[in-house]
């Protein structure tokens, strides 16, 4: 019983994850004609979010070592919860700009966290990583499908359907109340030293900064990119609802293969070069459909690899916590220039082509960074103890 428990507190807090960001792009172009925004500005409301998720993830750790890794998470979904709610009564682009940014640190807290959580309660068990990626691509796809529709039935207001999204971290909160009260206190040891080699960390969190831009520019941008093509807002809608669904099986599957054959790196460069296909379709015109058919494989196998990262290596629930922490500062300040750069494209080419061959550009050092990877390692730090002074240590 306390098995499915757990998984269902992973499943609900992970659903949070991705709402607040993914309801936005069905209905930015509307949100950006209401309020007067430009290209850019628009973008922000995907930017600030991600920018936070990196600035804030190291805090993630400081928070867990003195309240507790189920206090800190809890935390992280109160502000979720209040950044979301407050939408509703949003009437200009600043304050519609800081609930992105408040969510976005309520998310950059709760990412790292999580791996945390996992490695904590499913010790040995890499691939529990799965029900993280699925629940995340779960609460994206929900959202970004539901958009329009809560948009129409909601009295055409898209402060209304932002806001709706409020109501899942109130379910996560209630499910892990019962753990976050259990009695916690400040953690007596230090937060664990990682050993790793520059360059290998280097490559992490490129990996990490160019798979999650890619991710957050398709996210925020797609809809209008086939808008732009032609389609009706319905249409766009089911595209982008598309790119999501495609997620939910690729990103349970693959963990769980690789969590078991060890493959990683064949995967990842699966992925990347399915994202390469889809990209190079919306760029010659193609059908928008196939092209999100590769664009969704490439984004559902890509997250869930990263996520394993962190879980795989470390050997303790700190240790996942400050390797995914160190990754995800890294990756998403790289990965939040995405939606800029595609909205700066726009503002000055008045079309999307050039924010293509961008995208192009960015899937060409993906793959450079997975080549740098190379075979998942794990260093047993308790074995090596005066190989300490000869290795870089990262908190």
Not at 337 to 346: C, Q, R, W
């Amino acid at each position: 019983m306390r098995l499915f428990y757990l998984i269902a507190v992973i499943f609900l807090l992970s659903l949070n994850l991705r709402p607040s960001i993914t309801s936005v792009g069905p209905l930015l172009d509307i949100i950006q004609t209401d309020l007067g925004m430009s290209g850019v500005t628009a973008s922000l409301i995907t930017t600030l979010p991600v920018f936070c998720m990196g600035l804030f993830a190291l805090f993630s750790i400081t928070l867990s070592q003195r309240f507790g890794l189920e206090r800190s998470l809890l935390v992280a979904i109160v502000m979720i919860f209040a950044a979301t709610a407050y939408r509703v009564l949003v009437l200009d682009s600043v304050s519609l700009l800081v609930t992105a940014l408040i969510s976005g640190i309520g998310i950059g807290i709760a990412g790292p966290l999580l791996s945390g959580f996992i490695k904590k309660y499913f010790p040995g068990k890499p691939g529990a990583a799965s029900i993280y990626s699925v629940s995340l691509v779960i609460g994206a796809a929900i959202a970004s499908s539901l958009s329009i529709p809560l948009f129409t039935a909601l009295g055409q207001s898209w402060q209304y359907s932002l806001c709706v999204w409020a109501l899942l971290a109130v379910l996560a909160a209630a499910a892990l109340l019962p753990l976050a009260k259990q009695k916690a206190g400040k953690s007596a040891a230090p937060v664990p030293k990682l050993r790793i080699k520059s360059g290998r960390m280097i490559a992490s969190m490129l990996f990490f900064g160019c798979m999650s831009s890619m991710f957050y520019m398709i996210t925020a941008w797609l809809a209008p990119l086939v808008q732009a093509a032609g389609m009706s807002h319905a249409q766009s809608g089911l595209v982008l609802t598309l790119f999501t669904i495609i997620q939910i099986p690729v990103s349970f599957l693959i963990p769980v293969i690789v969590s078991r054959t060890g493959n990683r790196n064949r995967w990842l460069f699966t992925c990347a070069l399915a994202e390469l296909v889809g990209i190079a379709l919306l760029l010659v015109h193609a059908s928008p459909w196939l092209a999100t058919v590769f664009l969704g494989i490439g984004a559902g196998g890509l997250f869930p690899l990263a996520l394993l990262i962190p879980i795989e290596e470390a050997d303790s629930a700190q240790e996942a916590t400050s390797w995914s922490a160190v990754m995800q500062f890294g990756g998403y300040m790289l990965g939040s220039l995405g939606p800029v750069l595609i909205g700066l494209a726009v503002d000055l080419f008045g079309d999307f082509t050039f924010a293509l061959v961008a995208m192009l550009v960015i899937i060409g050092c993906l793959l450079l960074a997975i080549s740098k990877l190379g075979p998942r390692q794990k260093e047993k730090h308790q074995a090596a103890p005066h190989a300490a002074g000869r290795e870089e240590a990262v908190r």
